[in-house]
């Protein structure tokens, strides 16, 4: 499956998940040639075709493509200058989530699963969309995070492909959830210190994950 395939195929399943609604979000992805796919501006994630993806440059220039760009290319093009692992930027308002940042109350360590995969999630103070506050408010977190939450705005993860981007971004949502249903029935119980100390333990061993310093 090709790179801009792999685009079409998790904006469908961001849209059928209910992670955005109408025009929103936005998907990246290093091209071949080493610049950016971006999804279009103004186009519904669940009627993308490889024809709505844009290639720009690292300035943020239209390469190749027709559409307007993502008033959002500045975030995805700070996360690739800053981090040479990762491949594939999602940027989506999932509800349960994107409610957390509204509360500001942090997905803390509740799950195992997620400490291994995405980490502690930050809340990152709000930004006006599209402008430079967006990357200034999430340039102390992107160094230890796979996954952030953009207060009033909803989150963003980031991937070694789009689809494990996708997966990052699922794990967060239902991580969000549960934990709210929890909250319903009584006050749910966080990984420990300790816990958490064994989870970095072993997590290269038995998982094959490198764990960011907490």
Do not use: W
Request: hydrophobic share 35%; with cysteine; proline share 2%.
């Amino acid at each position: 499956m090709s790179i801009k395939d792999e685009i079409v195929r998790v904006s469908h399943l961001i849209y059928q998940n209910k992670f955005v609604s109408a025009y929103d979000g936005n998907i990246s992805a290093l091209s071949e040639t080493g610049n950016i796919y971006i999804t279009r501006s103004a186009i519904c994630k669940g009627e993308l075709t490889i024809d709505d993806i844009l290639e720009i440059d690292f300035n943020g220039n239209l390469i190749s493509g027709t559409g307007k760009i993502s008033t959002e290319n500045k975030l995805h093009r700070f996360v690739y200058s800053k981090r040479k692992d990762i491949k594939a930027v999602i940027h989506c308002h999932p509800i349960y989530s994107t409610a957390f940042s509204l509360v500001e109350e942090f997905i803390d360590n509740y799950f195992p699963e997620v400490f291994l995969s995405i980490g502690k999630v930050p809340i990152c103070k709000y930004a006006t969309p599209s402008t430079d506050e967006v990357t200034e408010s999430i340039k102390d977190y992107l160094e230890t995070s796979y996954a952030l939450i953009l207060q009033n705005h909803g989150a963003v993860t980031f991937g070694s492909s789009v689809i494990d981007a996708y997966y990052k971004m699922e794990k967060l949502e239902h991580a969000a959830k549960t934990i709210f249903i929890a909250r319903q029935l009584g006050s749910p119980r966080k990984l420990t210190e300790q816990d958490i100390q064994k989870l970095k333990e072993i997590s290269e061993t038995s998982y094959g994950i490198k764990i960011f310093n907490q």
